[in-house]
């Protein structure tokens, strides 16, 4: 007897003094910098101020694609869209999926025995490539109560941390049943939260607002969220964005957006209680993100900067040498994944996919953790891939940022770019619209003909020219950084199984050995 308990005190001692290491990842929708974190002074933002105290923020942070859906698959596979399947959005008739044998992080996951959680906006599939084991989404609630109703979202995050530790519990009282086999610590967890604001909903929900800004705030029809406390601004308050148009229609729609700001940030104040209450703040590894661009022109859909670039905080209570330290390094969304792979310390199987049937599929972005150590020196450049957002938006572009130049490859130039139905119903892009018809200044900075219509190849020099105007592939002094960034963006293509590596004048033909075979086609 004496034996037996001195065991269970050594175990119980090993237990305490193995480190236990979790995940919390916190994904805003269309959100962007109108946070106090980026030097938004207008809108209140203290939960997320909080954070960043705590955090590395890093100041040069790119989606690797500037939409819903395959940003989504892009941050929880670590492989760009193009290589994942996911092309464009997954839910209605447009009906894009992952390829059924991507390991996606939450499966990878789960076979390393680690608990799972996924609440609000999920819009990946299929649901094989992407399992939680507790799950509150739009494929089985309101996407508006998992996504917005930050009450909800409060006590779903509660709800998992319970479960959590009553499998535990269990665990236990099964080990006391069967004593010769010492179990019953607590696995790890990865919980996803993904938040439906700053979406627009002007389109799917008008009643609430362009922003689903009034979605509880306990107006006649509204609803009540118990727990948000509604923030209002006026039109002249707002800080518009370079890119946005400086307009009374546009200020009065980034008033409504800010609203929706102040909403997610109570909301992430409320899951970052349940953290610490549930006792994990100093376990968690905590990284904050969005999925891409803001939904106003030039922003989301586009992978221009103002399209790509995005809020991300990473915390991690084991790194606390650059807690509220800017990062200048060059990251992007698809580090996500390996960056979480590497916390659990969980190794990447190996395995192909139809883009590259022959070759081991790789990530291709790093793991972060380094960087909350000591700033990198090395990391410059990031790409990104988009194909579709909507079924009807077919505009295939590719891109490479390394340092101050950003070049991009559409290449259906020849076609007007597309415009998503939420963005085109919007206060903003019809005011653009009627202007333009009607010839009135836009106060904009392009016209809406330079913005449909596009060259072939972009470059830009964002230190002489942040807003991406002045196109300098046809400046002959540029000529060496233009062949090194087509090298370098086709090499990752190539490294990443992109099916449209040889368009638009060539053709893929990767039957025997993938090669691009020249269509003559006058481009």
Same mark, same amino acid.
């Given at each position: 007897?004496?034996?037996?308990?001195?065991?269970?005190?050594?175990?119980?001692?090993?237990?305490?003094?193995?480190?236990?290491?979790?995940?919390?990842?916190?994904?805003?929708?269309?959100?962007?910098?109108?946070?106090?974190?980026?030097?938004?002074?207008?809108?209140?933002?203290?939960?997320?101020?909080?954070?960043?105290?705590?955090?590395?923020?890093?100041?040069?942070?790119?989606?690797?694609?500037?939409?819903?859906?395959?940003?989504?698959?892009?941050?929880?596979?670590?492989?760009?869209?193009?290589?994942?399947?996911?092309?464009?959005?997954?839910?209605?008739?447009?009906?894009?999926?992952?390829?059924?044998?991507?390991?996606?992080?939450?499966?990878?996951?789960?076979?390393?025995?680690?608990?799972?959680?996924?609440?609000?906006?999920?819009?990946?599939?299929?649901?094989?490539?992407?399992?939680?084991?507790?799950?509150?989404? &739009?494929?089985?609630? *309101?996407?508006?109560?998992?996504?917005? !109703?930050?009450?909800? #979202? /409060?006590?779903?995050? @509660?709800? +998992? =941390?319970?479960?959590?530790?009553? &499998?535990?519990?269990? *665990?236990?009282?099964?080990?006391?049943? !069967?004593?010769?086999? #010492? /179990?019953?610590?607590? @696995?790890? +967890? =990865?919980?996803?939260?993904?938040?439906?604001?700053?979406?627009?909903?002007?389109?799917?929900?008008?009643?609430?607002?362009?922003?689903?800004?009034?979605?509880?705030?306990?107006?006649?029809?509204?609803?009540?969220?118990?727990?948000?406390?509604?923030?209002?601004?006026?039109?002249?308050?707002?800080?518009?964005?370079?890119?946005?148009?400086?307009?009374?229609?546009?200020?009065?729609?980034?008033?409504?957006?800010?609203?929706?700001?102040?909403?997610?940030?109570?909301?992430?104040?409320?899951?970052?209680?349940?953290?610490?209450?549930?006792?994990?703040?100093?376990?968690?590894?905590?990284?904050?993100?969005?999925?891409?661009?803001?939904?106003?022109?030039?922003?989301?859909?586009?992978?221009?900067?103002?399209?790509?670039?995005?809020?991300?905080?990473?915390?991690?209570?084991?790194?606390?040498?650059?807690?509220?330290?800017?990062?200048?390094?060059?990251?992007?969304?698809?580090?996500?994944?390996?960056?979480?792979?590497?916390?659990?310390?969980?190794?990447?199987?190996?395995?192909?996919?139809?883009?590259?049937?022959?070759?081991?599929?790789?990530?291709?972005?790093?793991?972060?953790?380094?960087?909350?150590?000591?700033?990198?020196?090395?990391?410059?450049?990031?790409?990104?891939?988009?194909?579709?957002?909507?079924?009807?938006?077919?505009?295939?572009?590719?891109?490479?940022?390394?340092?101050?130049?950003?070049?991009?490859?559409?290449?259906?130039?020849?076609?007007?770019?597309?415009?998503?139905?939420?963005?085109?119903?919007?206060?903003?892009?019809?005011?653009?619209?009627?202007?333009?018809?009607?010839?009135?200044?836009?106060?904009?900075?392009?016209?809406?003909?330079?913005?449909?219509?596009?060259?072939?190849?972009?470059?830009?020099?964002?230190?002489?020219?942040?807003?991406?105007?002045?196109?300098?592939?046809?400046?002959?002094?540029?000529?060496?950084?233009?062949?090194?960034?087509?090298?370098?963006?086709?090499?990752?293509?190539?490294?990443?199984?992109?099916?449209?590596?040889?368009?638009?004048?060539?053709?893929?033909?990767?039957?025997?050995?993938?090669?691009?075979?020249?269509?003559?086609?006058?481009?």
């Amino acid at each position: 007897m004496l034996l037996e308990l001195a065991f269970v005190i050594l175990a119980s001692c090993c237990t305490a003094e193995s480190k236990r290491r979790n995940v919390l990842l916190i994904i805003a929708d269309d959100a962007g910098f109108e946070t106090e974190v980026y030097n938004n002074s207008v809108v209140h933002t203290p939960h997320l101020r909080s954070l960043a105290k705590r955090s590395l923020v890093f100041s040069n942070a790119f989606t690797s694609v500037s939409s819903c859906s395959p940003s989504r698959s892009a941050i929880l596979t670590g492989l760009p869209q193009h290589q994942n399947g996911m092309y464009g959005l997954h839910q209605g008739v447009h009906h894009f999926n992952s390829f059924d044998g991507v390991q996606s992080l939450p499966l990878l996951l789960s076979k390393a025995n680690i608990h799972t959680g996924i609440i609000g906006k999920k819009h990946v599939g299929p649901g094989s490539v992407y399992p939680f084991d507790y799950a509150y989404t &739009e494929e089985n609630n *309101s996407v508006l109560q998992v996504g917005r !109703n930050i009450t909800r #979202i /409060k006590l779903l995050v @509660r709800k +998992f =941390f319970q479960t959590h530790k009553e &499998e535990v519990f269990e *665990s236990r009282h099964r080990t006391e049943e !069967n004593k010769g086999n #010492i /179990k019953g610590e607590e @696995r790890p +967890f =990865f919980l996803y939260v993904a938040f439906h604001d700053t979406h627009r909903c002007g389109h799917s929900q008008p009643q609430y607002g362009a922003f689903c800004e009034k979605f509880g705030n306990g107006e006649m029809g509204m609803g009540r969220i118990p727990d948000w406390t509604p923030e209002y601004y006026t039109p002249e308050q707002v800080k518009v964005p370079p890119f946005v148009p400086d307009t009374p229609a546009a200020r009065a729609d980034l008033a409504a957006q800010y609203t929706t700001v102040s909403r997610l940030d109570q909301g992430i104040g409320l899951v970052l209680q349940e953290l610490r209450e549930a006792g994990y703040e100093n376990d968690t590894l905590v990284i904050y993100s969005s999925d891409n661009g803001i939904p106003f022109p030039n922003g989301r859909t586009n992978l221009y900067r103002s399209g790509t670039a995005e809020p991300m905080l990473v915390s991690s209570p084991e790194h606390r040498e650059r807690w509220g330290d800017t990062s200048q390094a060059y990251v992007s969304l698809l580090d996500i994944t390996p960056t979480i792979l590497d916390w659990f310390s969980v190794p990447y199987p190996s395995y192909s996919l139809p883009g590259s049937s022959t070759t081991p599929v790789h990530l291709t972005g790093r793991s972060l953790l380094p960087a909350l150590v000591t700033e990198p020196s090395s990391w410059h450049t990031v790409y990104a891939s988009q194909s579709l957002h909507e079924i009807t938006m077919y505009y295939p572009t590719r891109s490479v940022h390394q340092g101050a130049y950003h070049l991009l490859h559409n290449l259906h130039y020849r076609m007007p770019f597309p415009i998503d139905q939420d963005v085109y119903v919007s206060p903003t892009f019809q005011d653009l619209l009627n202007r333009t018809r009607l010839s009135e200044p836009t106060h904009w900075f392009k016209s809406l003909q330079q913005y449909y219509y596009r060259e072939r190849w972009e470059l830009y020099d964002a230190r002489s020219d942040p807003l991406e105007t002045r196109n300098l592939v046809s400046d002959p002094s540029y000529s060496t950084v233009l062949e090194s960034l087509r090298q370098s963006l086709q090499k990752w293509q190539w490294e990443t199984g992109d099916p449209w590596v040889c368009g638009p004048d060539y053709v893929l033909e990767d039957k025997l050995e993938p090669h691009c075979r020249p269509l003559y086609n006058g481009l």
